[in-house]
């Protein structure tokens, strides 16, 4: 079992790098998440260092040993809490973690489906089942140091002047409305229509 890789990289494709271990090459797949950092990774010789996953796609006729990789330990971990839920395997977990981990966690601990279907390959019920079998058990990943800036989608104007017309036909001041919609984006920054809007508002207004 694999479960560290150290070397320089050869090749670099959309979702996996090639490894240089003296002379042997690996291909590893690398979460997108991770990928966007990896450069920043290397050491002052050029080198890689990368915890891994190892594992055995079963084909009919064979089976096909698999590397994915990782910055460090507690991002395997979340990996593979990830895949404990039921239909999703490490290869579709691996494109999935398109955003920062810490981010991730925390939309599964809020129950933010809206920031999960984000995510490559997660649809709505995905989304449920993810949340289902993960909140509450992946809050120490929400402190990894991992957030950039820009990571959520970037909320459309005509999606809140939608929430905001909602909210005026049901007798709320505008000045009111404008504010009511503006702490909900902020409280959720994932949400992605007007409905995730309306539904944060609602959600806000309870705990007041």
């Known amino acids: 079992m694999i479960s560290h890789i150290k070397g320089t ?34 050491s002052e010789d050029g080198t890689i260092d990368l915890v891994t996953y190892h594992y055995y796609q079963m084909d009919p006729s064979k089976a096909m040993p ?8 507690i ?20 494109k999935a973690l398109s955003l920062s981990f810490s981010v991730i966690a925390d939309a599964i601990d809020k129950g ?15 989304a449920r089942d ?6 509450g058990k992946v809050g120490k990943f929400g402190l990894i140091q ?14 809140k002047e939608e929430a905001l017309s909602v909210l005026l036909q049901l ?3 505008r000045g009111e409305a404008k504010e009511m919609v ?4 902020k409280r959720n920054p994932g949400v992605s229509s007007c409905e995730d809007i309306l539904n944060e508002v609602y959600k806000g207004s309870k705990v007041q």
């Open 9 to 42: 990289i050869r090749k670099r494709k959309d979702y996996s790098i090639v490894v240089d271990v003296n002379g042997i090459s690996y291909e590893i797949l690398i979460p997108p998440a991770v990928m966007k950092s990896i450069d920043k990774a290397k």
């Open 66 to 73: 698999v590397l994915i990789g990782f910055s460090n330990e």
């Open 75 to 94: 991002e395997k971990e979340f990996f593979e809490q990830f895949i404990t839920v039921s239909g999703v395997g490490p290869k579709a977990a691996c």
């Open 112 to 126: 933010d489906m809206s920031l999960l279907k984000t995510l490559p390959g997660i649809g709505e019920q995905k």
């Open 130 to 135: 993810i949340i289902a079998k993960l909140q």
């Open 146 to 159: 991992d957030r950039n800036l820009g990571e959520y989608p970037k909320i459309k104007e005509d999606i």
């Open 171 to 173: 007798q709320y001041k």
């Open 182 to 185: 503006e702490k909900a984006v």
